[in-house]
């Protein structure tokens, strides 16, 4: 320090700003470096990016500031009520006068940063719902071309060529070679899936690499690539460490994948095996598709017995054609008498109504309500001839002299004229008489053979 405190008189006195100033490099000179455990209260983070918080224990706490770029070196966001080892100065605000901690480092107590790292992003993921089943995407059945990410020289991507090839060697699968570890790898696997995406000809993505420290594995646990994975459009398969390895892409991935050579198994079926189903399914189909026919076959044999005559057909919708012509004509002639009965009420009312003007409106409305009466029962008439010449047409479809028309004829037996439908009804020496489309002809039969009746 410059001066000392000592022996000072009022000429000598201090300015706040000089007092303050000389008490920071004090403390700043005897606390460079100290390490304080302690629990954070009071937490705040405004938009500068700086953290500003109080660390306190059982007996007495002291504010303290982490400096937004003293905290890009750690992997944790500092939380409320969370126990921390901190690293840092001891100073002054000299705004304020107040003293606090300067942290250049912190790391959780009881945990590893990592670890509690892990555990922040995975719960905040979670709550905006990148784990949800409801988004994960369906693997295709046979993709065509995978995309693999993942290094170049490790032993996951020959494991995942090998069982491909071995399983279903003419899938084609795209490299997309990255780093699977350090602090530029995240980047990487980032870019790579987004190029993968933009390519518009791949089925399916495999994120991987093999087993290995959490620090070594920590790129799969970036939330970038995290976020990356939930957008590609592709489905993804996290394949990422061993089977007791787990990542934060493997809760957001579509399909997480034990092992490499797990996932290259599940990505491709084997052929052989899939050649052998398809041949079991086209068994079943037909078999199938066998019994289907039987049973339309006796279902159609069975409609064809209850099938009406086209002359009972007919009679029915004559029938129902003079049903509508009756309420057609009733009901025009009950909206021609209501007409009728307004008309008479609106006479009797002009007549007790003495200005000519009032008398001249009221006939105006009759003449409307009467056109508009007749225009009525004009288009009522019309539809229903319409209905009528449309039902005719019908009607004349199913006339049997129609289905005479495309080579078919009646036989009767005579003098009687009973329709026969079936040989075993006629004997030698009936006389029969039958009906083209355009004639008939009389005869006796002199042969008569007994045919297999049709499936």
Partial sequence: MDQSPQGQGPDRAFSVHELVRQIREYLEYEFTSVWVTGEISNLRTPQSGHTYFTLKDADAQIPAVFFRNKKRYIRFEPEDGLAVLCKGIVTVYEMRGSMQLSIDYMEPVGLGALYLAFEQIKERLEKEGLFDPAHKKKLPLLPR????????????????????????????????????????????????????????????????????????????????????????????????????????????????????????????????????????????????????????????????????????????????????????????????????????????????????????????????LHERLRRS??????????????????????????????????????????????VKKLVLQDRVRIRFHRGEAEGTLDFIEEGKRPN
Avoid: C
């Fill in 145 to 368: 071309r995978i995309g693999v990410i993942t290094s170049p020289t490790g032993a996951a991507i020959q494991d995942i060529l090998n069982i491909i090839n071995r399983r279903f060697a003419d899938v084609q699968i795209l490299i997309a070679p990255v780093r699977v570890q350090g602090d530029s790898a995240a980047g990487e696997i980032v870019e790579a899936l987004e190029n993968l995406n933009h390519r518009g000809d791949l089925d399916v993505i495999i994120l991987s690499r093999g087993g290995g420290s959490m620090e070594d594995l920590w790129p799969f646990n970036e939330e970038a690539v995290a976020r990356t994975i939930f957008a590609s459009p592709i489905p993804v398969i996290s394949a990422v460490g061993h089977e007791t390895d787990f990542t934060i892409a493997d809760f957001v991935a579509d399909f997480r994948a034990p092992t490499p050579s797990a996932a290259a198994e599940v990505v491709v079926q084997n052929k052989a095996d899939m050649l052998y189903r398809i041949e079991q399914l086209a068994r079943r189909l037909r078999s199938q598709m066998v019994h289907a026919l039987e049973r339309h076959r006796t279902h159609a044999e069975q409609l064809a017995r209850r099938l009406v005559t086209p002359a009972q057909r007919l009679g029915m919708l004559q029938q129902r054609l003079d049903d509508l012509t009756t309420s057609l004509i009733d009901g025009s002639q009950r909206r021609l008498a209501d007409a009728r009965e307004r008309l008479a009420r609106h006479q009797s009312a002009l007549r007790l109504l003495s200005p000519r003007q009032t008398l001249h409106r009221l006939g105006e409305r009759h003449r409307m």
């Fill in 377 to 422: 029962a004009d288009k009522g008439v019309k539809g229903a001839r319409d209905a009528m010449m449309t039902l005719s047409s019908r009607l004349h479809g199913l006339s049997p002299l129609n289905v005479l028309a495309r080579g078919y004829s009646i036989v009767y037996r005579l003098p009687e004229r009973e329709i026969i439908r079936d």
